[in-house]
């Protein structure tokens, strides 16, 4: 299988400021990302799907202007979360999915972001 | 919009016992159907890649099949070992790659 890294695994941070994730496919080049919350005990919900060269597309309900979302380059994308509230904690992660763009690729994960916001 | 549901929510097994866990989904078009393994604060594995012209897909000790017409698939896992205590997640994408996840169905293997 493909290999997709997250980094940083765990962050804790102060109420009001601003958290990096970033997202890497090391094998592969992935023109989309998709970027995942996970609450505790619940399932993943999308919260946007990151494309390189272009806008990010976010779903309804989450703010574009809170999660800021780059796709800098065919492996890299990251999320910010800006302004940073106890709210925002939860568990974030990344995908993309593996050969070109056809809309039926396997999805490899990353291994996930642990944010707490204090 | 599609809405995929995940039935048992917990499921706990004396090991050695075979086991089905059920997804069933509302939008039957669809590309693809994805089973996943999670592990308590870890991200996703991969287990089994079903495309929408396909019934079922085996990897080892997992077989999972697919009826889109019925909106339904199963992971059937055989001789379960506490190894495979987990969250197991299945996931249908239907819009270009993006995928919707069911609920989950927490495994327990008891040795």
């Known amino acids: 299988g493909a290999v997709v890294s997250q980094h940083p695994s765990r962050v804790i941070c102060k109420s009001g400021t601003s958290v990096k994730i970033e997202c890497r496919s090391l094998?592969?080049?992935?023109?989309?990302m998709f970027w995942y919350r996970q609450f505790p005990k619940q399932s993943l919900m999308l919260m946007a799907t990151?494309?390189?060269?272009?806008?990010?597309?976010?779903e309804q309900g989450v703010e574009k202007d809170k999660f800021l979302i780059n796709h800098a380059s065919l492996t890299l994308s990251t999320l910010t979360v800006t302004s940073a509230h106890p709210e925002d904690s939860s568990f974030y992660i990344c995908?993309?999915?593996?050969?070109?763009?056809?809309?039926?690729?396997?999805?490899?994960f990353g291994p996930g972001t642990r944010l707490t916001v204090l | 919009k599609q809405e995929v549901t995940q039935i048992p929510a917990a499921l706990s097994v004396p090991e050695g016992e075979n086991l089905v866990l059920n997804c069933s989904f509302t939008?039957?078009?669809?590309?693809?159907l994805q089973w996943f393994r999670q592990d308590p604060g870890k991200g996703l594995t991969s287990l089994l890649l079903?495309?929408?012209?396909?019934r079922e897909q085996t990897s080892g000790r997992l077989n999972a099949s697919l009826d889109k017409s019925s909106g339904r698939s199963t992971l059937y896992i055989a001789a379960s070992q506490p190894g495979d205590s987990a969250t197991y997640l299945c996931?249908?994408?239907?819009?270009?790659?993006?995928?919707?996840f069911g609920g989950g169905t927490r495994l327990m293997v008891k040795p």
């Open positions: 995908s993309a999915p593996k050969a070109g763009l056809a809309p039926n690729n396997e999805q490899f």
């Open positions: 094998d592969f080049q992935a023109t989309t």
């Open positions: 990151s494309n390189e060269g272009s806008k990010a597309t976010y």
């Open positions: 939008d039957s078009a669809i590309y693809n």
């Open positions: 079903i495309q929408s012209s396909q």
């Open positions: 996931a249908v994408n239907n819009a270009g790659n993006m995928l919707t």
